[in-house]
């Protein structure tokens, strides 16, 4: 009976996500691009289309320093664009997947690590309510902010489910390093925002000691850095003047 039970409970949050996701994807692509950060990005993933030059962000076929955030976002619109062809539906579909995606991980971790399927319902439908979410400006444009979510989503939940279950430091700091690449790969430094309170996270639960403590800890830091760091080098190798705008432009504002 109780296995009946949950996975009679499994339907229901897959309808659930379903009906959660409608939002994200009906008339996706019905209205025009937006001014001023979708048109930039889309000019942007048109250019990465026809120049095929996957490092250097152009704008007219020329170097763009208005935009200095890495690409990830552009790699997938770009895909998209290979798919679907160049519309207004192939720039916003990879912020609608990973909107997607991100309800996905919520009712993953509520079920798995918090075992509580009311919790995760209710995590879906508030952020499928949210119209600061799925707005414009969000889960349903050519902006970065949906990528950075899902990203950021990753790191947090994979350091929190650690912190809670103490097992398996291996695969979770695997997880916490693709979210947290993922994140600055889609906005830069702003994918570091919430490292801080993870630390402060870790120290008040005790565990900060044993975590740093683990060789792979150090690996895991190394791949983020060099995979971040190499970027920023790529990028200023490829556009001289590119590593100058990221200091006043990003890493002031940290």
Known sequence: MIRWFKKELDWIA????????????????????YMWDEATYANNSIDMYLYHDPIVVRMEGEPDLYNTKPPFVLWMQTLSMQIFGMN???????????????MLLLLLFSIKVLHSYQIGFISILTLACSNGYVSNHGARSGDLDASLVFWTTLYVLACIK?????????????????GVIGAFLSKGV????????????????????????????YISIITIVTVCGGYYLLR????AGYWDVIIQSELSRY
């Open 88 to 102: 207004e539906f192939a720039i916003r579909l990879p912020s609608a997947v990973l909107s997607a995606l991100t």
């Open 162 to 178: 650690f912190l809670i279950e103490r097992k398996e430091i291996a695969i979770h700091l695997a997880f916490f390093s693709l």
């Open 236 to 239: 200023e190798q490829a556009a």
């Open 190 to 217: 702003a994918g570091y925002f919430f490292l801080p309170f993870l630390v402060i996270i870790a120290l008040i639960n005790r565990n900060l000691t044993s975590i740093i403590k683990e060789k792979i800890f």
């Open 14 to 33: 897959l309808g659930i996500l379903f009906i959660c996701c409608l939002p994200l994807f009906v008339n996706l692509g019905t209205a025009p691009i």
